[in-house]
């Protein structure tokens, strides 16, 4: 399975993105999908995940009641949507997809797929 992230970009905070992620070359509909970030000199963090199905959604603690997850079977595309967006939350947003069972949060070695990465900078 290929992913290609898009939909980074700069963002005053207070404002929304929605970040889309792709997929190519698999069964997407298979296949639970998570979103994790990446700052500066920080490690890769988990943000959200979606269940194949999109029943089943996961968020941070730092994210919950912002962002929400879904997903487009038919369009083999996922989504983060992002709204009051802080300076914090300024970070390459990554998605991954593998058949993870979410009973609990994920974690970035349960998958196996990832996408290349999107830089969402919000300024102050």
């Known amino acids: 399975v290929q992913l290609q992230a898009s939909g980074g970009g700069l963002v005053q905070a207070g404002g929304s993105l929605r970040l889309s992620c792709t997929a190519s070359?698999?069964?997407?509909?298979?296949?639970?999908m998570g979103w994790f970030r990446q700052a500066p000199g920080k490690e890769r963090e988990f943000v959200a995940a979606?269940?194949?199905?999109?029943?089943?959604?996961h968020y941070a603690d730092t994210v919950e009641g912002r962002f929400t997850v879904s997903r487009d079977n038919a369009e083999n595309t996922g989504y983060l949507q992002m709204d009051s967006l802080k300076p914090e939350d300024t970070a390459v947003y990554y998605c991954?997809?593998?058949?993870?069972?979410?009973?609990?949060?994920?974690?970035?070695?349960?998958?196996?797929?990832w996408g290349q990465g999107t830089l969402v900078t919000v300024s102050s």
């Open positions: 070359g698999g069964t997407f509909s298979a296949y639970s």
């Open positions: 979606v269940s194949w199905s999109g029943s089943t959604t």
């Open positions: 991954a997809a593998d058949r993870v069972d979410l009973g609990r949060r994920p974690v970035a070695t349960d998958f196996i797929y």
